[in-house]
């Protein structure tokens, strides 16, 4: 069994692990990361045999802090008035590559710009620390499931094919980080997440762009169309629920479920429905379960990025 309770013990061993080339899963604020060490192209490569994920989707370095960061990409001008304001936290900036930057061209792609974060989760910054190496991760689950917010979503995927998972219990967010591509003046969200456009742009001190709309070729390459969707189909903005069909509630006065009911958050709080988001469709994405039906989400703050998951998730695979 890979799954490991937290000690002073497992998060050593876990950064041998990663030094060593094997692949750790490990809890951040927003969703487990399935992480390798970002330098060992080997370690890198191994992440996407086991995820079984397409080539082209390049990855995220995770590092401990920002001084870390700058070992890897030039963080200036409003990039850096954004790691100050967000980092450590649920923020993603894809920034130009350094001299001497060490990250794999696995992890990038071949693109000439890495996306770098540091994740605030306490668990998540010990094992950067030790590990000492900047550590590519994307979500802990297989190509095209539901992100992991929990060590056990993460064992159904995975199980076989990492060395060790960390359990740091559910994770706060549920959300991925907000991808972010800054080029000189301007700020553009390649990817919605836990922080929200409306925070950025308090700190940007500009109208952020989005990038990631529905029929626009995706600047962020994991933006793939498909890339959350379970098993059943999902029907959006759903008023009423039809048999054989489960229903994904949000707020107090949902429509009446027949079949399997999950209420994202019964008091109608976004912050709580995006933690909830990926456990829920999990949970609902049973055998006999044709069709998810999700109620009507506000589109305002972190809904946006719900609604984005959600549009992913009913566009099919
Ligand atoms: O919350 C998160 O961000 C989680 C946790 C584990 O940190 N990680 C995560 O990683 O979601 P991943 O690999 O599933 O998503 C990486 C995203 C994708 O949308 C990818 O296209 C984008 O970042 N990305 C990575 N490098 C990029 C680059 N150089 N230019 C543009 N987009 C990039
Ligand atoms: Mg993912």
């Known amino acids: 069994m890979p799954i490991v309770e937290i000690s002073d013990r497992t998060l050593d061993e876990a950064a041998r692990l990663l030094r060593a080339g094997q692949l750790v899963a490990f809890p951040t604020e927003t969703v ?3 992480g390798a060490d970002a330098t060992n192209g080997a370690a890198v490569a191994a992440i996407y045999a086991a995820k079984g994920r397409p080539q082209f989707n390049p990855l995220i370095a995770h590092v401990a802090d920002t001084e870390a960061a700058k070992r890897h990409v030039e ?11 967000f980092w450590p936290g649920p923020l993603t900036l894809v920034l130009p590559r350094c001299a001497d930057c060490g990250i794999s061209e696995l992890v990038t792609a071949g693109l000439d710009t890495v996306a770098i974060r540091v994740p605030r989760h306490p668990i998540a910054r010990d094992l950067l ?3 000492n190496v900047p550590v590519a991760a994307p979500s802990a689950n297989l190509s095209g499931h539901v992100s992991p917010t929990t060590a056990m979503h993460v064992a159904h995927d995975l199980r076989a094919k990492v060395a060790m998972i960390l359990d740091g219990g559910p994770t706060e967010h549920g959300l991925e980080s907000t991808v972010v591509e800054v080029e000189g003046r301007s700020v553009m969200i390649l990817r919605p997440g836990a922080l929200t456009a409306e925070q950025i742009e308090a700190v940007a001190g500009a109208p952020v762009g ?4 529905a029929g626009e070729r995706p600047r962020s390459p994991g933006q793939l169309v498909s890339h959350y969707a379970p098993h059943a189909a999902v029907r959006l903005d759903a008023t009423a629920v039809a ?5 994904l509630a949000f707020g107090p006065t949902p429509p009446v479920a027949v079949g399997p009911m999950f209420n994202l958050s019964r008091r109608g709080d976004l912050v709580e429905a995006a933690a909830n988001l990926f456990a829920g469709l999990r949970e ?3 055998p006999g379960v044709t069709c998810i039906a999700v109620s009507h989400i506000p589109n305002a703050g972190l809904g946006e990025a719900i609604n984005d998951r959600l549009k992913r998730a009913a566009s099919g695979r």
């Open 32 to 34: 487990y990361g399935l």
């Open 75 to 85: 963080l200036t001008g409003k990039a850096a008035k954004l790691a100050k304001a």
């Open 129 to 131: 620390r030790r590990a």
């Open 210 to 213: 989005r990038a990631y709309d």
């Open 243 to 247: 048999a054989g069909e489960a229903l």
């Open 284 to 286: 609902l994405d049973k």
